[in-house]
């Protein structure tokens, strides 16, 4: 029986070792490139049994409230992501709401005021600061 030298026995289980840790980094790199998707975003007059309702692209002033729906698939980890309320190009309120696996609804509102008849739009915006979508909108009277 012939023995291997000692060095191509570690030299073979190095190998391995980088390879699975390879795998592994191209895993977390798969899983960093794949992120959670829009699935569904909507501006609507409320909210009921978590889905949007009343679904527009101008709201009267009168309603007192709008909100911005959004779905998330695909969530691989706790995150968040953020809606950005500008009114005539200028930020009126941001928004840090929480998505949990595997996939999530969720959505902020804001109340109206007199002054807030115009154009508006919401960014929806996730944790590595991407613009996802943009949502605009009119408040009339």
């Not at 191509?8 to 699975?20: A, E, H, T, Y």
């Not at 795998?23 to 975003?41: M, S």
């Not at 009126?92 to 999530?104: E, I, Q």
């Not at 902020?108 to 915006?125: A, H, N």
Request: aromatic share 12%; glycine share 4%; charged share 25%.
């Amino acid at each position: 029986m012939k023995r291997r030298p000692f060095y191509s026995s570690m030299v073979l289980i190095l190998i391995c070792i980088g390879l699975s840790h390879a795998d592994a980094a191209d895993n977390g790199l798969a899983a960093r490139e794949k992120p959670f998707q829009l699935v569904r975003a909507a501006m609507c007059e409320s909210i009921e049994n978590y889905e949007p309702r009343y679904v527009a692209a101008a709201f009267p002033i009168h309603i007192g409230k709008i909100s911005c729906f959004t779905a998330f698939e695909g969530v691989s980890e706790t995150t968040y992501i953020h809606h950005k309320w500008y009114r005539r190009d200028e930020l009126v309120t941001a928004k840090r709401l929480t998505l949990k696996p595997p996939s999530w609804s969720t959505y902020s509102s804001i109340q109206l005021r007199e002054d807030d008849l115009g154009p508006w739009r919401v960014e929806i915006w996730n944790a590595e600061e991407q613009l996802v979508k943009t949502l605009r909108f009119s408040v009339i009277n």
